[in-house]
């Protein structure tokens, strides 16, 4: 072997074995494959064939307008279909998939490869599991032969050190996903990852600890995430599919609070877009991180004479509305300021008039509005 492919090799092995830490570093070992096989194009991502055009890249080094456009045609993509055969580590290039002619005449073809000058296409499967895949991707064009079996010789020569990286970066991702999760529950934060459906793949201990409580206004059913009120419930629902990209739209994060109309139990939810949870260990690969903090005993310092003076309360009306606003069910309220049921009610009723409210859970959230929580990190 020529000492100078040697060189290459051992530089494509640093460049990979880097980005196991940094995603920036998939860029340089992109660009050192790409060299290797003389080629115009090359790409690093995730295709999960179980949902139509969930597709993530690591590093794609085409154009913007060709990266947008490769993701619209996922689903006509003809190397797509035959990745799901090859092991990992296995390698296809286009003639294997598709007659030279056919391929040239198709729709993938005049919509990607010729604006792009390009006419061969090569895919090496470097991770599967749970219906995804993770490959890497080459293109060539111009004068240059189209891709044979000397390329994939020479591609194999770094298929190991490719593959391993990939695993090596699955591994680090999904312990620092854990690592988040204990810190942020230390916090009193629970934090879980969920697919655009609102399945949950994934939570921490302090996320299953609320989900478990009775009173609580976010609860699970068949691992999904659900609220109690259905209005919230629908606003939850649209914020999942923004951040996870499944309404058609910029992925995009929502802040929104839920209330639990019985008890007057509230929580802060925060929802999160998600780069990529296949790579930390999750069987997705679209989705979003919602984080949920229970709201009890998190008021602002000030807040009961804040509200007294904006709604003219009683200092015991003040206090009540406070002792709501935290989590607290009226029949706690009563039992912690030693007050009778009837009392609470009675005290109630006025700050229904005074705020312009008709329930607890209106109430609640009003209040919460008007003194918001501190932001989660």
Known sequence: MALDFVDQLNGVTSSLYAAVFDDAG??????SIRHILQSDHGAIGFVDHRVGKAHVLL???CEPRFERL???LVEINPFLPAMQTLPSGGVVVDEQVIDRDAFANSAF????MRPQAQHSGLVLKVASRDGIDGYFMASRGGRSPKYHAEDIRALSAVTSALTHAVSLHVRLCARMLEQTGQALGGRGIGWMAVEPGGRIVWSNAKAAELLDRPDTAVTSSQSRLLLSQPQQMRQ?????????????????????IATQIETGHAVALSVVPANNLFVQGLPTLLGAYVAVQDLAQRLPPGFEDRIRSMFDLTP???MLAAALASGQALGEATQQRHISMATARSQLAQLFRKTGTSQQSQLVSMLLAIAP?????
């Open 26 to 31: 998939w860029a340089e070992g992109v660009a």
């Open 59 to 61: 590093h794609g080094d």
């Open 236 to 256: 939850l629902q649209a914020a999942i599919r923004a951040a996870s990209g499944d309404d058609g739209q910029l992925r995009r994060g929502t802040d929104m």
């Open 373 to 377: 929580m501190p932001p989660i990190e």
């Open 70 to 72: 490769y993701h619209d």
């Open 109 to 112: 073809f005049s919509a990607w």
């Open 316 to 318: 015991k009306e003040a």
